[in-house]
Every structure is written in C-alpha cells, then in structure tokens.
C-alpha cells in the first residue's frame, strides 16, 4: 500500500509534525509514503499540477490532504472540488471540515477561551488585541470569532473590557508589520494583552517590542500564540500557547485512510482536543508544568549552532549555484553540498515546456533526468535520454526505502520539473526547501542561457549565410556588369558597323548618283530621279529603324500595351511563327518610364532569342496584374534547352535579362524543359 500526504511546503513545524506523525506511523506498519508539496502553484484544468494529481502518476492508494494550509491557494468546500482534482482516490482532510469527505479536525474552541479567561481573569487585563492570519483562513477566522465571544461574555461582568484586532497572514514579518502599523496611530486603543492565531506571529510581535518601544502597547504586555512549534518554548520569555496534537493527528490520518482503503465506514468527522500550555510570556511565573519541558542552556546552545550552522550552508550553497555556469557545473555544486547536508538520495527532473504532458494511453510521464544522486552516489551519466518517472519511482521505493519526498520546481505559476528526495534527519526540510527553491532559479538561469546561446549561433549562421548570399549577389552584380559593358559594346560595334555598312554605303551611293547626274551633258531624266527619289526614302527607312531600335519612340507615343502588340507582331512577320499577345493590367500608370524600357527590351530579347534558337511554333507574351503584382510571361513551345546547359545560361541575352529584372526590382526566374520550351517569367511588386 501507497499513501500519500498533500501539504503546502516543508518549512514550518506545523507541517513538517503532521509529516513526521504519518511518516512514523507508516514505518510502523511497514507502508509506502509519499509526500507531496505544492507551495502556491494552481490547480487550472490542463495544467501539469492538475494532470498530474487528476492522474494519479506515482499510483497512490490514498490522499491525507492537509486542508488546514493549502486551502489559503485552492478552493476545496466540498467531495466535488476534491474530486475534480485527485478523482476517485479515497481522500482524508486533515485539519478542516470538508463536506462529504472524512474529516479529521483539531477542535481549537476551548483552549481559545481559556486563553482569553486566563488574561482577563486571572491576569485582570483589561485592553486585548486579536492578531489574525489570512483573512479568508478557516482557522483564523474560527479563534478570532472564539476570541470576541468570550471578550463579550466577560464584558457583561467586566463594562470596561474593550478589543481590537489586526492582521498578520500568520508570519513573523507579517504580524511585524502590522504592529508597526497600528502603534503609529496615536488615536489607537493602548493595548495590555496580544493574542495571536499562531506561534510565528507571537514571535513576530515579540521581537517588535523588544526593539521599539511605543505608547499604545503596555511595557509588561502579555503576548499568546497558538500552535506550540518548538521555537515556542525557545523564547525569551518562553510563549504560552496552544498545543496541536499534530504528530497524533498523523497517526489517526493513516491509520483512518487504511480503513478507507479497505472499505470499512469511517466517522464524517474525527475531533482531537488541545491543551492549553501556559508559560512566561503571558507574565506568569514559572511552574511544575513547564520545568518538565525546560531546556538545558547546552541543548538551546547547541540547537542554535545547529541552525546558525544549516543557514550558513544553505546560503554558501545558494550563492555557489549562483555563479554555476552550466548543467555539469550545477551538478557539482550540488553533489558536494548534498554530502554535507547528508542527503543520500536527491534527484532533479525536467518535464516537457508544453503540453500534451502525458502518454493518453497509459498516462506514462516522460522526464528529462538532471541530476540523479542514490544513495550518495551522483549515477546522473547513466541516464542519457528521457525516463518514465512512474518506472523510476517504483524504483525508489522499493530499493532505497519506503519514504520518498517529492517537490515541484517552479517559478511563479510555471512547472518546470520536479524533485525525489530522502532526508536522514527530519529537520533539514526547512533547508532543503530553500535549496530547492534556488535550484529552480539556477535550472531557468541556465536553461535561458542556453536558449541565448542557440539564438546567438543561429544569429551566427543566419548572418554567415546573408554575407555568403551578400558575397554571391555581389559577385553576380559584378558579372552581370560586366556582361552588360560587353553587350554595350556590341551593341555599340554593331550600330556602327550597321551605319557603316548600310547607311553610310546608301549615303556614298546617292552621293556618286548627284555627281553623277550633274556631270552628264544632257538633262537629268525622271526615271533616274525616281531611282534617287527610291534611294533617298529607303535610307531615310532604314535610319528610322535604327532609331527605333536604340530606343522605341512608340512606348511613349503609342503606350507600351500598343508598343509590345506591335512587337509581337513585328516578331511573327518576321518569323512566320504564331504569336499570341495578352494584356491584362488596368493602368499603364502601374509602370514608370524605367520600368516601361526595361520590360520592353527583355520581352524584345526573349523573343529574338526564340528566333535565333528556339525554332517554336508558338509564343505566348502575357502582362497581367495578380492582386499586388505584376506578372510578365514570354512562353515558347520550341526546342527548350537541359538545366545542366551552363553555357546557355550565362549567355549575353540571358544575363541581359536578368540585369534589367533587378533594374526595376523584379525576380526573373526562366523554366525551360528539352523539347518542350521555354517559359521566362518576371514579378514585379507594386507599391
């Protein structure tokens, strides 16, 4: 059997003596115990803290949840709030009522009122303070309203009784806090006797007075608490207050969740009484009944030095894994400090950042082990990939002991992990606690920087990647300009090459004809001045042409829809191959001069490049507009060339092309599949 016990955190006396009257009793019948501390983490369903409790993951038989402190983070009114979150597993509450579920309740009424009879009756105080946990708190709502019961029973007897209260969230700081506040009203009522709802309030108090001294709080002030926590009788003067039987509470808790278990009829509410513990610090003198309890100066010498002593490690060792600078390194740290606090078995686990968390099959929970120590020995690099932790629990159990204490890690509302761990002694929770706690910092401290790291390599890659893109481009540019300077040349050499041998020959031979003609003896005839009258218009044609070419007049005259048609058409006189023009864009205004040029002359390249050697059948030249783009096709059924042609591709009319797409910032992009054509393809973005 497998019980397991639900509490806030392991760092004050009121739960770790819950903890250890289960954990003896359980040893004692020779059970499994599992321990599980929540802190403030949230039960939200799809959380992990909720699937893994509504799952049941380390296979408990039974729950004790320990009401009495957690329900200050969750709201557990009823057998439905319990079940919505641990289901069907046979629950015991301890230290709270809940309805329909078996109760186990430490009945405060009585020693309350005793309290309050014993500083007005015995002690004749006439002006008390009521000090208050959480204000929604069962508890502290239940012995402040005990509390102004019995003022107003004994002010019908004593008129100038009078109260007040405040509140202290059940912490030294808190009730320190809120005693300061209350002494800087001078209008307060002057206070003669403090009663709080617990022990670490008292203290709280306590140590205020005895460093400031104030008008509204008599110098003789007698101070209670409530709960009798060992640092209780270790004040000076030592606290009267009230002693919760929770080890014996632990042991009722098992023993009844056994019965539950089992089948058998439990009691909707099982009621321990308190004793009232009457010391120094209400001005009594010492009695018979305490000398039973006193401690020896060496026993408080020596738990002191013990506790100065734990703090000192603890803290070393949290500033020691604040300055780790790896998971290898934290591991280290640990390992060495876990050896002085003697902590023989202590294991840390990642879980997933995001859900699913769990197998939905067989609710496996898979975990990343970080650091595993068993039995003071660091077994970590055994386990190099993930583990079920249920399997790894089972474990535990059974090879290093019955009592296991298991502690989530987490910062704020976030889980990020968990930790297994055995104490030899039972005092060092407290410690172990706040170790953990900076674990969990150090685990996200070291899991960001590493998360900076994987940014700053990207980073790296990403930019040694754009500089080979930026090199590339460059390179690229530097060819494509080059070419461009070659093609002007040609261009250039074939203009006058073009001139020289056309032009210039028309102009030498109309030239010869006038002279000629102005030589011969008899008048020139008509036949000879049409023959120079055709010769004189061919030229002026042919000059025409040439202009044109160097630059087509017609895009601004005609418009370029009507220049490229009268491309197209031009291409299949010359040709004789079909050619299909489509114009779909509903401005010209879409384009400026620039962008009108430069797709003027690659449409005019491709189509003297499907000339000279496509040998199509059909050309298709497309403009059209897709939504915020324009798009330019000049497709060919021709020939089409093999993607591996490297020499075709670095061809001076293809480089042209593309020189010009960047021009006007468009992506030139050319298919072309062997006897099946071409496609050139030219998008530009508009703005």
């Known amino acids: 059997m497998r019980i397991g016990l639900v509490l806030d955190i392991l760092d004050e006396e009121y739960q770790i003596s819950m903890y250890k009257g289960m954990k003896k009793r359980a040893e004692e019948l020779g ?177 205020y007075l005895k460093i400031n001294k104030t008008k509204l709080i008599s110098e003789n002030c007698a101070i209670t608490g409530f709960d009798d926590i060992p640092q209780a009788k270790l004040e000076m003067p030592p606290l009267t207050t009230v002693r919760q039987p929770m080890k014996k509470m632990g042991t009722i808790a098992i023993d009844s969740i056994i019965k539950l278990i089992n089948g058998e009829e439990l009691p909707p509410v099982t009621t321990i009484h308190t004793d009232l513990i009457i010391r120094e610090s209400c001005n009594c003198k010492p009695s018979r009944q305490n000398k039973t309890e006193d401690v020896s100066t060496k026993t408080m010498q020596k738990n002191y030095l013990k506790s100065e002593q734990m703090l000192r490690m603890v803290s070393h060792m949290c500033q020691d894994l604040n300055y ?46 970080l650091y595993i120590r068993l039995d003071s020995q660091d077994i970590t690099k055994k386990y190099n990939k993930k583990i079920n932790i249920q399997d790894f629990f089972e474990t535990i159990q059974k090879k290093y002991g019955k009592e296991v204490i298991f502690k989530f890690l987490s910062s704020g509302e976030s889980i990020i992990g968990c930790t297994i761990y055995k104490t030899q002694e039972d005092d060092m929770h407290q410690y172990l606690c706040s170790m953990i706690t900076t674990v969990a910092q150090t685990i996200l401290r070291l899991k960001s920087f590493a998360e900076k790291e994987k940014r700053s390599e990207f980073l790296e890659e990403e930019i040694s990647k754009r500089t080979k893109e930026l090199i590339e481009a460059n390179n690229r540019r530097i060819q494509v300009e080059a070419e461009v300077l070659k093609i002007t040349e040609i261009e250039r050499q ?32 008509k036949e000879q001045m049409e023959e120079l009258t055709q010769l ?13 070419d160097s630059y087509p007049v017609d895009l601004e005259s005609l418009g370029m829809n009507n220049s490229i048609s009268n491309l197209c058409n031009s291409f299949k006189q010359q040709t004789g191959t079909e050619c299909i023009f489509e114009w779909d864009v509903p401005s010209e205004n879409l384009f400026n001069k620039i962008e009108k040029l430069n797709i003027f002359r690659i449409i005019q390249e491709a ?68 006897q099946k054509g071409t496609t050139i393809e030219i998008k530009m973005q508009q703005k």
């Open 494 to 525: 074939r203009f006058s090459t073009d001139l020289h041998d056309d032009i210039c020959q028309r102009l030498a031979g109309i030239s010869m004809l006038c002279k000629c003609y102005s030589t011969q003896n008899s008048p020139v005839k």
């Open 31 to 207: 059970i499994e115990f599992v321990c599980f501390q929540l802190e403030h983490t949230q039960f939200k369903p799809g959380s992990f803290i909720y699937n893994f409790h509504y799952n049941n993951l380390l296979n408990v038989d039974g729950l004790v949840i320990l009401t009495a402190v957690i329900t200050d983070h969750y709201r557990l009114h009823n057998q439905n709030d319990i079940q919505e979150i641990w289901g069907n597993i046979p629950v015991i509450s301890a230290g709270q009522i809940i309805e329909g579920i078996p109760s186990i309740n430490i009945s405060t009424e009585s020693s309350m009122k005793k309290i309050v009879e014993h500083l007005i009756i015995d002690h004749n105080h006439k002006n008390l303070m009521f000090v208050g946990g959480l204000e929604n708190h069962k508890d502290s709502i239940e012995r402040e309203q005990v509390f102004k019961k019995s003022i107003e029973y004994y002010k019908k007897i004593i008129p100038d009784l009078n109260y007040t209260t405040i509140r202290g969230n059940f912490t030294e700081g808190g009730a320190f806090e809120a005693i300061s506040s209350y002494t800087k009203k001078k209008d307060n009522l002057k206070i003669d006797a403090i009663v709080c709802a617990n022990d670490n309030m008292a203290i709280g108090i306590n140590k």
């Open 324 to 369: 780790v600078y790896s998971f290898d390194s934290m591991n280290t740290t640990l390992e060495k400090n876990l050896e002085l606090f003697d902590v023989r078995t202590f294991c840390i686990f990642l879980f997933e950042t995001k859900p699913p968390y769990f197998k939905t099959q067989n609710k496996a929970l898979e975990v990343t082990p």
């Open 536 to 548: 004189i218009s061919e030229t002026l044609q042919r000059t025409r042409q040439y202009a044109h």
């Open 607 to 674: 189509l003297h490049n499907i000339m000279k050697h496509a040998h199509a059948t059909k050309t298709i030249v497309k403009v059209i507009q897709e939504k915020d783009c324009v798009i330019i096709t000049i497709n060919d059924n021709g020939e089409g060339f093999s993607s591996d042609n490297s020499d075709f591709k670095k061809g001076v009319g293809l480089n042209s092309m593309q020189y010009r797409a960047n021009q006007i910032n468009a992506k030139f992009q050319i298919k072309s599949i062997p």
